[in-house]
């Protein structure tokens, strides 16, 4: 059985994010398929939403042209169900609450668990909120992945001890997107955790050269991407899969 720990079993972990349906389903099967077989550990699924409050112009440009294509909630389940026939890897849905309330709760983590998916990341369920989410994920066996950010200091440790699957240290304030140099001390952050929890850190937002994913990966357990990734989607559309084959390629050498 897969599980999120797996992916961070070989060392450092390389955990890519795609839009799904950008620019279409079929494209984005394809981008998963190259991202597995060019070093990704794990992989985000993000699923379209009208208004995704964490991301930036780069992913929010995404999930408009995946919903514009037509990409449901159904179709996404779909992509994945098909996925599963070859693809090993643990997967997660990165979306937000409203995606799964408006879906059903019960039946989108039943369909969850159906497809083959390992857990959720909800970026706009505060910790203080999650039990609006977790206990339900647990009955199903999902992990309901939690983030700590620059400003959750006081509440590092107590969200350390309840997290389950990997935490998710955001290295920048603001929302998700390419940034020049990551100032926060993610070295810190990680240290923290450690205190309450042995649970991987893997960071996110912001990343996008290898030489940043190099700096981040020797602070951490894993490196997230996503900008960097649906930018070159944004760039060469259906053609974007060696692009992306390549950089997932390079982002994993430089953490190796």
Do not use: W
């Amino acid at each position: 059985m897969i599980k999120i720990a797996d992916a961070f079993k070989n060392g450092k972990a390389f955990i890519p994010f795609v839009t799904c349906g950008d620019p279409d389903l079929e494209t984005t099967a394809r981008l998963v398929h190259a991202a597995a077989e060019n070093g990704a550990d794990l992989i985000e699924l993000g699923i379209p939403f009208s208004d995704p409050t964490a991301e930036g112009p780069v992913i929010q440009a995404a999930n408009e042209r995946a919903l514009k294509a037509g990409t449901t909630t159904d179709s996404v389940f779909d992509l994945v169900r098909a996925l599963r026939r070859d693809i090993t890897i643990p997967m997660v849905f990165m979306t937000y609450a409203n995606v799964v309330f408006s879906y059903g709760t019960e039946r989108f983590l039943e369909n969850c668990v159906d497809v083959g998916i390992q857990g959720l990341i909800l970026p706009d369920i505060p910790f203080e909120e999650k039990a609006e989410f977790d206990p339900a994920c647990r009955a199903h066996g999902l992990e309901l992945v939690s983030l700590i950010a620059p400003t959750s200091e006081r509440r590092i440790g107590q969200i350390a001890r309840e997290a389950s699957g990997f935490v998710y240290c955001v290295s920048s304030l603001g929302v998700t997107g390419v940034r020049s140099e990551i100032t926060t001390d993610i070295g810190a952050m990680v240290r923290r955790v450690r205190q309450e929890s042995d649970i991987p850190c893997a960071v996110g937002f912001g990343i996008s050269t290898p030489e940043q994913a190099k700096s981040m990966a020797a602070q951490a357990d894993g490196v997230i991407v996503g900008s960097a990734i649906m930018k070159l989607v944004a760039k060469y559309g259906r053609d974007a899969v060696p692009y992306v084959a390549d950089y997932v390629k390079s982002m994993k050498d430089a953490i190796r």
